[in-house]
């Protein structure tokens, strides 16, 4: 048996830490684009960056199956590019474009797809959560063994519907893995500025539901931490809550000056930066190449730049179509012309009372 | 359908209807406030949980904006819940839910997340529930694009809007005037969905077109019958509906009688009377005869006492006083 000295991090596998490697870094880089396209007016309204905080995204998609569902903030551009969603479709998405994940409809705030169960970017803070609560409901009526994870920042602890939601979801035993990031500011508020109790995990566990926190810039650790909840979760034993510790390195937003903390504070979290310290450990545990890293940088730059001109190529919505979709539309043939349709369109998702393998899950995403 | 009739009161209609829904699609189930063990807050629901059981008639805690929004969620997960809350005044508590979440998913999603949910809730004046239980909101709701609004008044309309609400593949608000539920009447046996497209006329008449819905339309028919003793023969429309509103039948009466009333329980400023006055001055300006005139609720919240609750909303006699004056120009 081999001893381990208490230093010593486990081993890793080396594909899967280089391929957590990788999609913290399509986070970063479509992000830092972002800046940039933000400044060349590109890209317009409010956007939220994640930088500092993609190994939540990354850990938490890895310990979830693609039927499961996701609900996310306004902070969601990580999510959903770690989720599956092409950084073409969120590009053009940012850009207001056709060809995004929302039609162009939504925005950085707002990306939205149903192939990948990604139920939206939710820019009411704390207004995604009884969503989430929904369609684990529905989930467990229909006996179907999904889990639907709900991110939130620690703000939107201090909303009602959070309590409210926790609640719910705790009485009625629903698969919901609460996943609350918590970077320590609602905007410009600190968290002891805003709660009476600043331990989360403390609230959530009055709910009678497991949770814990963890370190929010260890990816492997947030995977870990993901993982334990969502089997626990998926076996039916209720929701559970964690707690991620982490820390955004940018302004909350194109407009912030950042009076409210200070230079310090967020140079010390950058020393704790997720992609940097997961480099490290691969040098540690002699699984780094510097020659895949520069293939890797080289590869995500590109993707990176093919979603800019796939974003500049697309069209813009008609404005004749601007009152599409307020209501929904009866199915058409090929001609156009409306079907004579006696039930609603189907929705993404359809009732099935026996659990699905794997292999079909896989073949309906 | 058949020529055989059943008695029954508004209350049973609905409950009749949901027990229909619940039976033919078993992804229906209500949830709502003590719809469950009590027996809905106005009775509603009674005796349903022994038919059909917790989980599909489920009680919920008093968290309206969590189990909106949890309505919202399982419709999107492939469920067709009917949430009950029960009146228009704690519905507030869960506005960001229908306006922000239930209102706006299909279209900022870019069609991709329809919301196939069901709303009901209790609505207006009359049983001296003062400020917190009374008011009517639905005229409210019915601002807001990517929601329907409906507001059942008769037997009819009460057993089959709902599974015309549940076929909807977008989220429908069903507001029950709460004096209505123990109206007695005849209807048909089998009796079941209606059309929800359409306002109604109720009663046919050429000298003024009185325009309602929900709980005033009977106090709008009897006032109708009093103005017919007097020479005025008054046309009667139900709106049904007041999202979308069918503007095609109110102009086709106003074009026949050349007046209008509106009778609403709502307030005046920024009201659904408002927009349907618009809607007469856009499209019939030139057919009018007279002003378009309005009996609505005093602009205040609503008082406890009988006196003042009965004096703040609109009343037979107020209906016919204002139909009078528009047609014969004088009170």
């Not at chain 1, 996943?179 to 959530?204: F, H, Q, V």
């Not at chain 1, 991620?244 to 230079?263: G, N, Q, V, W």
């Not at chain 2, 029950?176 to 497209?197: Q, T």
Request: charged share 25%; glycine share 8%; proline share 4%.
């Amino acid at each position: 048996m081999v001893q381990r000295t208490k230093k010593k991090q486990p081993a890793m596998d080396r594909v899967h830490a280089w391929h957590l490697l990788r999609e913290m870094l399509r986070i970063r880089r479509l992000e830092e684009k972002c800046v940039e396209l933000y400044t060349a007016a590109k890209i317009r309204g409010f956007v939220h960056l994640y930088i500092g905080e993609e190994a939540v995204a990354v850990g938490t998609m890895q310990a979830l199956e693609p039927e499961d569902n996701i609900v996310a903030t306004y902070r969601e551009h990580g999510h959903a590019l770690a989720r599956g969603v092409s950084a073409n479709a969120i590009m053009a998405e940012m850009y207001g474009k056709m060809e995004g994940c929302s039609r162009g409809r939504g925005g950085s705030m707002h990306l939205f797809d149903a192939a990948t169960r990604f139920y939206g970017g939710n820019a009411i803070v704390g207004g995604g959560l009884p969503l989430a609560v929904g369609l684990a409901l529905a989930d467990k009526i229909a006996g179907r063994p999904q889990v639907t994870a709900c991110f939130f920042g620690e703000g939107a602890v201090a909303e009602g519907e959070f309590h409210e939601s926790l609640n719910l979801a705790a009485l009625w035993n629903l698969p919901v893995v609460f996943c609350c990031e918590n970077n320590l500011y609602a905007m410009g508020t600190a968290l002891s500025r805003s709660e009476s109790e600043t331990d989360i995990c403390l609230k959530a566990s009055s709910f009678e539901m497991p949770a814990w926190p963890v370190d929010g810039m260890d990816v492997v650790a947030v995977e870990n931490a993901t993982r334990r909840a969502a089997t626990a979760v998926r076996a039916g034993g209720g929701p559970h809550f964690i707690e991620y510790r982490t820390y955004r390195f940018r302004a909350h937003s194109m407009y912030d000056p950042e009076l409210y903390r200070d230079k310090q504070e967020v140079e010390l979290w950058k020393t704790r930066d997720p992609i940097s310290n997961l480099v490290e450990r691969l040098k540690q545990q002699n699984l780094w190449q510097e020659e895949d890293w520069r293939r890797i940088e080289a590869e995500v730059a590109g993707e990176i730049e093919q979603s800019i001109e796939f974003a500049e190529a697309g069209k813009w919505e008609p404005v004749e179509e601007l009152t599409r979709f307020v209501y929904s539309e009866a199915p058409t043939d090929v001609q156009g012309s409306k079907l004579n349709v006696q039930s609603p369109r189907p929705t993404p998702c359809t009732l099935n009372r026996e659990p699905r393998t794997k292999s079909a899950r896989l073949q309906r995403i | 359908m058949s020529t055989e009739k059943i008695k029954t009161t508004y209350r049973e209609a609905i409950r009749a209807a949901i027990r229909d829904a619940m039976l033919r699609d078993e992804r229906v189930f209500l949830m709502g406030e003590d719809v469950g063990r009590y027996g809905g807050c106005f009775a509603v629901s009674k005796g349903l949980l022994d038919e059909f059981g917790p989980e599909r008639i489920r009680d919920t805690p008093l968290s309206e904006s969590a189990f909106v929004g949890a309505g919202i969620g399982a419709a999107m997960g492939g469920a067709r819940p009917i949430v009950e809350i029960m009146t228009v005044n704690f519905s507030l508590l869960a506005l960001d839910q229908i306006v922000n979440n239930a209102a706006t998913l299909l279209h900022m999603s870019g069609g991709q997340f329809n919301v196939p949910l069901v709303i009901r809730m209790t609505t207006g004046a009359g049983r001296q529930l003062a400020a917190q239980h009374s008011h009517s909101l639905e005229g409210w709701y019915a601002h807001i694009p990517g929601i329907k609004v409906l507001t059942p008044a008769t037997l009819e309309d009460a057993r089959g809007m709902l599974w015309t609400a549940l076929e909807d593949p977008d989220p429908v608000l069903i507001f029950e005037n709460g004096m209505l539920y123990n109206m007695e009447g005849e209807m048909a046996a089998d009796a079941g969905a209606v059309d929800i497209s359409k306002a109604a006329i109720r009663r046919a008449g050429k000298h003024i077109s009185l325009i309602t819905y929900g709980g005033t339309l009977f106090k709008t028919l009897q006032a109708a019958e009093e103005l017919a003793r007097d020479g005025i023969d008054a046309e009667v429309v139900d709106l049904r509906t007041l999202r979308p509103l069918d503007t095609a039948t109110i102009v086709d009466s106003v074009t026949r009688t050349h007046r209008a009333v509106i009778v609403d329980e709502g307030w005046k400023s920024g009201s659904i009377s408002a927009e349907i006055m618009a809607r007469i001055m856009e499209n019939a300006f030139y057919e009018l005869d007279a002003p378009v005139a309005r009996v609505c609720s005093a602009e205040v919240p609503m008082p406890y006492p009988k006196h003042l609750e009965d004096a703040a909303i609109p009343q037979v006699t107020g209906i016919v006083a204002m139909a009078r004056r528009v047609v014969t120009g004088h009170d």
